[in-house]
């Protein structure tokens, strides 16, 4: 029993002598005090050596790459402009607008008189001469003719009144390729920031865990730490590498990815702003929504031209008249037609009396796309309503989602610190320090992404309100 008590106190005198040895580093006490030896006689402490700035790394490792720069970098205003102008299905929807266009003005043109000229020549292969009576037919003839003509059709007119509407609708759904480009587009530029923090992150815990392993590898050579200390500190030097590789791999897909969305060649950086906020209330956006959303507004249009089809089917049971009028000129005069010049009008009333229901089918035709297009609204605007809902309540979760994370980080850092502080004084082991520090980089992790769920939330609700 004495000599048990004489090893207990023996490792206690041990134990804080090294505790000592830590925590007073710059009193001289270099090794730890001998339970045996009396403490040494104080001294002036000695001027400290300069310390190198360079960290110490494992053996056989190299330091990442800084992050490449971009040739161009882009605020969110710049790149939803851009959206407008260079995303492919903007420009794609644009060009629609111009096919429409195109066939609007040749409705028109089944309207407007025709007016057409022709001139023949003719060689014939002799004259034909009668005593007395002169020349029957020259050898060579030539004639013209100029020919007006015009159709007055009531489909004709309601074709131009379609066409119009059609024309409206390509307008809007080209708004609506520009609202779904931008909020694309606006994503994206929220992920390259996300993704360039998560970079700047990784090598800030690159930085603390090369710190740490200089720090154990400073213990284990004063024998205050074991040799696995060493190694684990090394394996959490190469962990934080290979998080840094990752985000560096993440952001430039990130930034390629933007490129690609405002169809460039390269890639482009995002230029760090303030995100916009919500400021109204749920039902403020959804109104909004349905008032002003380009989706809906083309369905509305898709409805007039259904319903234009409806009289279009009706116009089949009107008559159409048809005018022309055309002089002819010839040079091949005779005595019996001695005149060179003459001139035709004609007019032309076409009654539809039986068509085989023809008529019939394009009307139930029309009805049942009218019909078909008011469902489809109806629904749009249940989903328009879900869509906005759903986009305030992810927002307003996201935002609650972040400070719960940011608060997580703060207890996440303080826990690391006091977890350090106690490995230093040989309180706790080194997994249990691992452990913490972990849990912080998991933490900090946490607020980027809870960061970007909740910029995405903010771009859907003002997307799916219209105001993007």
Not at 41 to 57: E, K, N, R
Not at 293 to 316: G, H, K, M, P, S
Not at 322 to 346: E, H, I, K, M, V
């Amino acid at each position: 029993m004495r000599s048990r008590s004489r090893a207990r106190h023996a490792f206690y005198a041990f134990f804080i002598g090294a505790l000592l040895a830590l925590e007073l580093p710059s009193a001289g006490l270099a090794q730890p005090l001998s339970p045996v030896e009396p403490p040494p006689t104080p001294q002036t402490p000695a001027t400290p050596a300069p310390v190198s700035a360079a960290p110490l790394l494992p053996p056989g490792f190299e330091m990442p790459p800084p992050l490449p720069v971009p040739p161009r970098a882009l605020s969110l205003a710049d790149v939803l402009r851009r959206a407008n102008d260079s995303a492919v299905d903007a420009r794609v929807a644009e060009l629609q607008i111009r096919r429409a266009e195109a066939a609007e003005r040749s409705a028109l043109a089944s309207l407007l008189p025709q007016l057409n000229g022709s001139l023949t020549y003719t060689r014939y292969d002799q004259a034909i001469e009668r005593a007395g009576v002169g020349t029957i037919r020259a050898a060579d003839a030539l004639s013209a003719q100029v020919s007006v003509s015009e159709t007055l059709s009531a489909r004709a007119w309601n074709a131009t009144r379609s066409t119009a509407a059609s024309t409206r609708a390509a307008t809007l759904s080209a708004r609506e390729s520009q609202r779904l480009a931008r909020a694309t587009v606006a994503r994206t530029y929220f992920s390259v920031l996300t993704a360039k923090k998560n970079a700047e992150l990784g090598r800030s815990q690159l930085d603390a865990a090369l710190r740490q392993y200089g720090a154990v590898v400073a213990r284990v050579n004063a024998g205050v730490a074991l040799p696995i200390d060493r190694t684990r500190a090394e394996l959490a030097v190469l962990e934080a590498a290979r998080r840094v590789a990752d985000g560096d791999a993440s952001l430039g897909r990130s930034r390629d990815l933007l490129g690609q969305a405002l169809a460039l060649d390269d890639a482009v950086d995002a230029v760090e702003i303030a995100p916009p906020e919500a400021g109204d209330s749920v039902e403020r956006y959804v109104s909004r929504a349905l008032a002003q959303r380009t989706d809906v507004r083309v369905l509305e249009a898709n409805r007039e031209i259904a319903e234009l089809a409806i009289d279009d089917a009706w116009l089949r049971f009107v008559p159409t008249l048809g005018l022309s009028w055309t002089l002819n000129w010839t040079s091949a005069t005779s005595t019996f037609s001695p005149d060179s010049t003459s001139w035709t009008a004609l007019a032309t009333l076409s009654v539809p009396f039986y068509d085989g229901g023809a008529r019939y089918a394009a009307m139930r035709d029309a009805r049942a796309s009218v019909e078909q297009t008011e469902e489809r609204l109806a629904a749009l605007r249940r989903s328009v309503r879900v869509e906005g809902r759903d986009a305030h309540r992810r927002l307003d979760t996201a935002g609650r989602a972040l400070i719960l994370a940011q608060r997580s980080v703060t207890v996440a850092e303080a826990s690391a610190a006091r977890a350090d502080a106690a490995y230093r004084a040989g309180a706790l082991t080194g997994i249990e320090l691992e452990d913490a520090r972990r849990a912080l980089a998991d933490s900090q992790l946490t607020v980027l992404l809870r960061a970007l769920e909740r910029h995405v939330a903010m771009i859907d609700l003002l997307s799916a309100a219209g105001l993007l």
